[in-house]
């Protein structure tokens, strides 16, 4: 290697270590404040899901009964952890890609604190019995304008950052990132805007939520997953995107599928007839970008099979994916209008819904955010993970957790539309054992995450063990990079630029 070689690379390793040295705070706190969130989601689920079928259960306390516990589970998995895991994601990756080191951390900090402050009072509200009833939205009205806010100042240092950029490629963890970035405000203002600041019919509100809720999954959470899968798939084997056109597809397809989906739920209100349905074909038509972006990524992450045997972000990522093809189906499954197979009426007002949910924000999106997260903690805080024993009980209990907990909802929201059809039967009976098991799994979930928070407390604290080799899955001593899975050359595998 020439010494301009070897100069440059020094260089480039000063400019990545000042980056990450500059948003250390802030993405620790988010990542740290979202686990501690995602904990108490999951404790709130445990106690909705035994509720389902054991009413009486902690019946003495009106602050945990069932309609006001299920959507304080819902909300705190949405907005205490899955938003936070995504900002620390934004923030981390626009300022590597752009290469640029953050100046606005403190800023950025404080924002998080009033987003975990508006958390923290909308979901007492709900709790107290404040809640709006509105689907994902059921914190005290007074709750969105400070989230919005805190959003704008989190993110906008982000935009700015790609803009001053160095000129060159974008690439496409960027496409999806941007997307999302401004996505977000545009279904939030907008759902927030004309619910509660504009009266209307309740029926039309009840439509807006429904779209509303569509498009916080894929239209925010899916294009946060997908681009942090486009960046750690290719970095971590250290091979290109299996393929660029594909990337394309999926991309496209996404941004012109997702904003039609939604009012599928609203089948059979007193609506214009064809929005259920184009709601639904939107929804199956989902198919064509999730399986597109997850053939792409697969098919890179598999060619090193080795690699993905050792890498804990690498296996996160690719069960991440394998969840978008279960989600991807279970689109399709649950809105056929057929006549003789009418999902769409059997999964209406059962909980397949919340089964299709849960698969979304954890089944998919949360564990490729755990991968991300077991990525970049060692880079910005210089250490290497306590135990991979932790890591390891974290990926087994939470994939098995979470495919029980979305595949038997949606089956046994199936089951229990069929109940609900049959006038003669009891549909609350047909769902009870789906609603045990749902509870089991939450159970192991939530055992599984309170070994997650434990080990990013410790790193937080930097009490992470100092080595140079990456925390594996097993031994292995190939892989002698330092705090990393692999040389640490920003976006290795993207080698086409987006124009």
């Not at 390793?13 to 108490?40: E, K, N, T, Y």
């Not at 987003?115 to 709900?126: A, C, D, F, P, R």
């Not at 009891?426 to 070994?451: E, K």
Request: hydrophobic share 50%.
């Amino acid at each position: 290697m020439s010494s301009q070689d070897t100069q440059s690379t020094t260089e480039d390793a000063q400019l990545r270590a000042g980056i990450d040295r500059s948003l250390r705070h802030p993405v620790m706190f988010f990542l740290c404040s979202g686990a501690a969130w995602l904990a108490v989601s999951i404790l709130l689920g445990v106690i909705a899901s035994a509720k389902m079928h054991h009413p009486e259960f902690l019946s003495s306390c009106p602050l945990l009964s069932y309609g006001r516990v299920f959507p304080a589970h819902m909300n705190v998995l949405i907005y205490g952890w899955a938003m936070q895991a995504a900002f620390a994601v934004i923030i981390w990756l626009m300022a590597r890609l752009s290469r640029k080191e953050c100046r606005s951390a403190g800023t950025i900090l404080t924002a998080g604190h009033i987003w975990n402050l508006g958390v923290t009072m909308g979901t007492l509200g709900i709790l107290g019995g404040y809640g709006t009833g509105i689907q994902w939205m059921e914190f005290p009205v007074f709750a969105w304008p400070v989230l919005l806010i805190s959003y704008f100042i989190i993110i906008i240092w982000s935009f700015i950052q790609f803009r001053v950029r160095p000129k060159g490629q974008v690439y496409v963890t960027q496409w999806y990132l941007l997307a999302a970035m401004v996505w977000f405000p545009w279904i939030y203002i907008t759902a927030n805007t004309l619910i509660h600041c504009l009266e209307g019919h309740p029926v039309m509100a009840a439509g807006i939520n429904a779209w509303f809720r569509s498009g916080m999954l894929l239209l925010f959470f899916t294009p946060v997953a997908l681009g942090a899968a486009y960046y750690l798939a290719p970095k971590v084997t250290g091979r290109p995107v299996f393929s660029y056109a594909l990337a394309k597809l999926g991309f496209w397809s996404l941004a012109i599928i997702a904003p039609w989906a939604g009012m599928q739920k609203l089948a059979g209100a007193p609506i214009p007839a064809f929005l259920p349905y184009v709601g639904a074909a939107a929804t199956a038509l989902i198919f064509i970008p999730a399986c597109t972006a997850a053939v792409n990524m697969l098919c890179t992450v598999l060619s090193d099979k080795d690699t993905l045997s050792k890498s804990p972000s690498l296996r996160f990522v690719t069960a991440g994916i394998t969840g978008l093809i279960i989600l991807a189906c279970s689109a399709v499954l649950l809105n056929l209008p057929f006549d003789g197979f009418n999902t769409l009426q059997l999964s209406q007002f059962s909980i397949s819904g919340y089964g299709f949910d849960v698969l979304g924000i954890y089944g998919f999106f949360s564990l490729v955010m755990f991968g991300a997260t077991y990525f970049i903690v060692p880079r910005i805080t210089r250490r290497e993970w306590v135990s991979k024993r932790l890591i390891s009980m974290h990926f087994l209990l939470s994939c098995y957790g979470v495919v029980f907990v979305a595949l038997v909802a949606i089956f046994g929201g199936l089951m229990q539309g069929l109940g609900i059809e049959d006038w003669k039967t009891n549909d609350l009976a047909r769902a009870n054992p789906y609603a045990w098991a749902v509870t089991i799994s939450w159970s192991l979930i939530l055992l599984s995450n309170v070994f997650f928070l434990l080990h990013l407390a410790l790193m937080w604290m930097r009490l992470g063990r100092r080595s140079t080799h990456p925390t594996l899955l097993v031994s292995s001593h190939d892989h002698a990079s330092p705090h990393g899975e692999e040389g640490d050359i920003d976006n290795a595998g993207e080698i086409e630029p987006a124009h």
